[in-house]
């Protein structure tokens, strides 16, 4: 199990029993600095967003000295991360300022290919992709769900308002 120490600017792992299998001080390799939200990939990757900087850690096959900083395409301030079913990341980009914030896709090979904006993203914390390749951001600051088509190609998101459906399953 991963924990990620915001206020540490570091990284824990444990094993099932609740041992620590990391270091007293944490991982800080790939400098995590205050890392949020965290994912691991089929492969066994492990994506981290970190929501003080201008770069997302990846720790390839969870080993933090297999570290990269992913950066560009609005990767700012990233508070959450998820993944899809071809290994891509989806990290959200809070905006610190009064500049819209941002969801970047990453590739699973690393590179940040895609910035959408738009859709009434001002504060995106959170992000789900579900089996239909169906992603969708939750927005802080505007209480809204943004959905993203599917395998997203367009810069641009749509605006949903309203009440959201309750899904149950």
Do not use: C
Request: glycine share 12%; proline share 7%; charged share 20%.
């Amino acid at each position: 199990v991963w924990v990620s120490n915001w206020a540490g600017n570091s990284l824990s792992l444990f094993n099932s029993k609740g041992r620590a299998l990391s270091p007293s001080s944490g991982f800080t390799q790939g400098d995590p600095i205050k890392p949020q939200g965290m994912a691991v990939g089929r492969d066994g990757s492990l994506w981290i967003a970190n929501s003080r900087t201008d770069y997302v850690t990846l720790y390839r096959g969870s080993d933090p000295r297999r570290w990269a900083k992913i950066a560009g395409k609005g990767i700012s301030n990233s508070f959450s991360v998820a993944l899809d079913a071809r290994g891509d990341a989806w990290v959200t980009n809070e905006s610190l300022t009064a500049a819209p914030g941002s969801v970047t896709r990453i590739t699973r090979e690393g590179t940040a290919d895609l910035e959408v904006t738009g859709g009434g993203l001002s504060s995106p914390l959170g992000v789900a992709v579900d089996r239909g390749a169906n992603t969708g951001v939750a927005d802080f600051d505007a209480n809204t769900l943004t959905p993203l088509p599917p395998a997203a190609t367009a810069a641009r998101a749509p605006r949903i308002r309203g009440k959201l459906p309750r899904v149950v399953g």
